[in-house]
């Protein structure tokens, strides 16, 4: 069995800044085990027209400016030439098309176990596949007579397939917009919510909102519990809002059931509809640390600021406000690694 001094599970963006992090910490080369063909995370497989709302400038991992004009808003395929380049930089031991299975501890160590059956041991762990590897799809009544077709966020890749459709996309967040606004040009949408939608400027007094979360120092702020608790709001400049109305995007309340043939609005009203797509979220899941005491009852990761709190050596990277408002972002993940490889390394 080979050895090493840190593994870190997932080689997305927590799993890559970590890694660029963590020489400076103490630790040797680190091993990166990513389970896709290349480490750039879930960013490959995310629709076509993703873009970001944080400009270039706040969108980066530690040591690489992102390339380009500073002040625009990087595409997906920006983001995932991006995560290349940082990959070729990284001294680190990096294996592709290896998805960890178990991780357990054993004599003060822990031992990684991938799919094919390889192990290696190491005295920390650090789990970084994030928030973006289980699609979370929430089930209404009457969904298994409906003989339309129900699909995540994460298996939308254009329009074009729903072209003369009648579509309604489920959710309140920036890419239930995105989407609902790109799909109103070829079929009929609702946009259905369980609250209305909350619209915020992305520019403020001339600023990008991102400046003044930088220039407040609220988005470093460990103020996770209150972050928790604000609702979803949809970064705007404007344009996603007009290309809504422009498309008559119909915004309703969430509908109540499905039907064999469409759905059931809350007040009853019932429609012929060919594809609900759930832009819902995701879960998070860290399967391979089952039985290792490093989660709670419901699956969720058990730890004060990313590190584990009721096991020794193990942390985790890329979880939605884990520290701050910026935590499972670009430019967030590497205060967070800083963080979390310093204490493991005491």
Known sequence: MEHTDLIIIGAGQAGLATAALARRYGFGRPLLLEAAAEPAGSWPDYYDSLTLFSPARYSMLPGLTFPGNPDRYPTRDEVVDYLRQYATRLDADVRTR?????????????????????????????????????????????QDAFTGRVLHAAEYRGPEPFDGQRVVVVGGGNSAVQIAAELGAVAEVSLATRRPLGWMPQTILGRDLHWWLKYTRLDVAPIRRWLEKLPVSVLDDGRYRAALDRHGVDQRSMFARYEADGVVWDDGTKERVDAVLLATGYQLAFPYLEGTGALDHDGQPLHRGGVASSVPGLGFVGIEFQRSFSSKTLRGVGRDAGYVLARLRR
């Open 98 to 142: 290896t998805r960890v299975t178990s991780v357990r501890r054993e004599g003060g160590a822990w031992i990684v176990t991938a799919e094919d059956g390889t192990s290696w041991s190491a005295p920390a762990v650090i789990a970084a596949t994030g928030n973006y590897s289980t699609p979370n799809m929430p089930v209404l009544p009457g």
